[in-house]
């Protein structure tokens, strides 16, 4: 499997992004595509994953599930992660990855597709 993301870009506070994520090859092998980004000098947090099957949504915790929604076109092979109401502190590289089962923990994730930064300016 290859997932290659993209739709960064600067944007500012209180704004929004959508990123996607396009996913080949062996999807087939995909249980959970998932969002992680990572700030500079910080380590790679989970944001959000998705079911490649039957859908179901996990976030990070109730603040991004506020602002972030994460969605799927199966057709598509697409992932997206919308993302409103940003702040300074959503500035980091987000990556998208894919994962044979649930897990928010970076290391279980058996493919990454290369980062796409977003900059939030205040």
């Known amino acids: 499997v290859q997932l290659q993301a993209s739709g960064g870009g600067l944007v500012q506070a209180g704004g929004s992004l959508r990123l996607s994520c396009t996913a080949s090859g062996r999807t087939f092998s995909i249980d959970y595509m998932a969002w992680f980004r990572q700030a500079p000098g910080k380590e790679r947090e989970f944001v959000a994953a998705i079911s490649w099957h039957g859908g179901s949504t996990r976030y990070a915790n109730s603040v991004m599930k506020g602002r972030f929604t994460i969605s799927r076109d199966n057709a598509e092979n697409t992932v997206w992660l919308q993302m409103n109401s940003l702040t300074p502190e959503d500035t980091a590289a987000y990556y998208c990855?894919?994962?044979?089962?649930?897990?928010?923990?970076?290391?279980?994730?058996?493919?990454w597709g290369r980062g796409t930064l977003v900059t939030v300016s205040s």
């Open positions: 990855a894919a994962a044979r089962y649930w897990t928010a923990a970076p290391e279980n994730y058996d493919v």
